[in-house]
């Protein structure tokens, strides 16, 4: 799919963005979030989960590196406002800032080569970025077909991606959507929220049930992740279920057994 659709561009308006500024900023994460946070720059974005103390995820977060003491996490819209508010539930003495900036930000999909150098480029698979530029910018670009919502979310699909909604926040333990093999979790780091469970699983191989990638004409059976209609009328879909699932379908990477 990503060879016919060469130059592509969506607007992404159901995401939205947490800023975290201050001096503080990159060891207050490191404290609350699954990944390293020390690993992030301007080339290196983050995947990361902010979980609960029972290591379920409460959302997943792609992390930009906006400076040395400023930090932006994409995640949907609909989460920004309570993530930001249960974040700063725990600065205490930290020198930071957190707040909802959905307002300030808008994110579109491409589907490129390279992305342009003019904007904020968050990489989450071979060709595709999320381009984050100010709210009042145009995000028309030349040479770019317009590919629709549901068209980038089947792309997200067949790459295994997930994601957390509100309908699904705090539902599922960070290995059941795949975050230990997508990267989105640094078992070498300090203590996190949720850290002792998610290692636990981990180490002692408790992990039963993951995100598989399935098609059919229902999914009232499931633990839905994200669905798309197909042309036909089934769906396909990403769902948690017990590991491996029979009539799961190819995910562009490895589980582990």
């Known amino acids: 799919m990503q060879n016919r659709l060469a130059q ?18 990159v060891k207050f994460l490191q404290g609350q979030l699954s990944n390293d946070l020390t690993l992030l720059s301007a080339q ?19 992390l930009a590196w906006l400076g040395p003491q400023d930090i932006l996490a994409i995640l949907p819209r609909e989460l920004a406002p309570a993530v930001a508010t249960r974040l700063s539930k725990f600065v205490l003495r930290a020198k930071v800032k957190i707040a909802d900036e959905s307002a300030s930000w ?9 992305p342009p150098p003019d904007s904020v480029s968050i990489g989450i698979g071979p060709g595709r970025y999320w381009r984050v530029t100010p709210a009042d910018r145009i995000i028309d670009l030349p040479g770019y077909a317009a590919l629709d919502r549901e ?29 230990d093999v997508l990267g989105g979790i640094a ?55 017990a590991f491996p699932a029979e009539g799961a379908l190819p995910i562009p990477y490895s589980l582990p057994e």
Request: net charge positive.
């Open 151 to 179: 068209g980038w979310r089947a792309l997200d699909i067949a790459a295994g991606l997930p994601q957390v909604y509100a309908a699904t926040s705090e539902e599922f333990v960070a290995q059941m959507l795949n975050l």
């Open 8 to 25: 592509t561009l969506t607007s992404l308006d159901d995401l939205g963005a947490i800023r975290v500024q201050g001096p503080d900023a």
């Open 187 to 241: 078992f070498d780091k300090g203590c996190y929220t949720g850290q002792e469970i998610i290692a636990r699983a981990h180490y002692r191989g408790q992990v039963k049930r993951r995100m598989q990638r399935f098609r059919g004409a229902s999914t009232d059976d499931f633990k839905v992740i994200e669905r798309v209609r197909l042309a036909g009328g089934e769906w396909e879909f990403l769902a948690v279920a």
């Open 106 to 114: 808008r994110v579109a999909g491409l589907v490129t080569p390279a």
């Open 44 to 62: 290196n974005p983050l995947l990361a989960g902010f979980h609960n103390p029972q290591g379920r995820a409460i959302a997943l977060l792609r």
